[in-house]
Antibody, heavy 127, light 110 residues
Framework: QLQLQESGPGLVKPSETLSLTCTVS??????????WGWIRQPPGKGLEWIAS???????YYKPSLKSRVTISVDTSKNQFSLKLSSVTAADTAVYYC???????????????????WGQGTLVTVSS | QTVVTQEPSFSVSPGGTVTLTCGLS?????????PSWYQQTPGQAPRTLIY???THSSGVPDRFSGSILGNKAALTITGAQADDESDYYC??????????FGGGTKLTVL
């Protein structure tokens, strides 16, 4: 059974960089059939897709966050990571990592969706 | 930037049928957006219900179904139960490795 586990500081100061890591167990991050993504949810609000990465290292970002976000993958550790710079209180949220199923990296009628989620980790931006 | 739209809230009676929709601020949703649907209860990670418009995720009851209705994706719950009271999110694939969530619908069963 695949499991994803987020880790990182729960408290980040304004203007600093938020760093999170997602450790994947029970499966390989190097499979060509999956993207890996970060999603966040501010308290009491909806879900927001932040970024995605393919095992090859190709990255994709939400346009409005692109200037502040970096997603990366470490296949040797079966992990992928998120960095969000210049954080403000508006970045306070539960951050989820997720696996996105595709067909060899392409959306198809059989797969183009999140099939596994991490449990989420709350990151608070406050001084 | 294209916005994915959902009804903010909806109410259904136990045993009733409800259809939640997922649209675009500009344009129509088609199967080419590979709409997927997720259910979330407070304090929990979302659960995948439907993907690629109308395919059930493993273990999801048949009372949940997905479709395209007019120019929107739709999630229909038939025979609503009390534990269907949740937030429901749609996601559309915009291409180029980018997915976008709708704002979510809070479903009340009463």
């Amino acid at each position: 059974q695949l499991q994803l586990q987020e880790s990182g500081p729960g408290l980040v100061k304004p203007s600093e960089t938020l760093s999170l890591t997602c450790t994947v167990s029970g499966g390989s991050i190097s499979s060509s059939n999956y993207f890996w993504g970060w999603i966040r949810q501010p308290p009491g609000k909806g879900l927001e897709w932040i970024a995605s990465i393919y095992y090859s290292g190709s990255t994709y970002y939400k346009p409005s966050l692109k200037s502040r976000v970096t997603i990366s993958v470490d296949t040797s550790k079966n992990q992928f990571s998120l960095k969000l710079s210049s954080v403000t209180a508006a970045d306070t949220a539960v951050y989820y990592c997720a696996r996105v199923a595709t067909a060899a990296g392409y959306c198809s009628s059989t797969s183009c969706h999140i099939d596994y989620w991490g449990q989420g980790t709350l990151v608070t931006v406050s001084s | 930037q294209t916005v994915v739209t959902q009804e903010p809230s909806f109410s259904v009676s136990p045993g009733g049928t409800v259809t939640l929709t997922c649209g675009l601020s500009s344009g129509s949703v088609s199967t080419n957006y590979y709409p997927s649907w997720y259910q979330q209860t407070p304090g929990q990670a979302p659960r995948t219900l439907i993907y690629s418009t109308n395919t059930h995720s493993s273990g999801v009851p048949d009372r949940f179904s997905g479709s395209i209705l007019g120019n929107k994706a739709a999630l229909t719950i038939t025979g609503a139960q009390a534990d269907d009271e949740s937030d429901y999110y749609c996601v559309l694939y915009m291409g180029s490795g980018i997915w976008v969530f709708g704002g979510g619908t809070k479903l009340t069963v009463l």
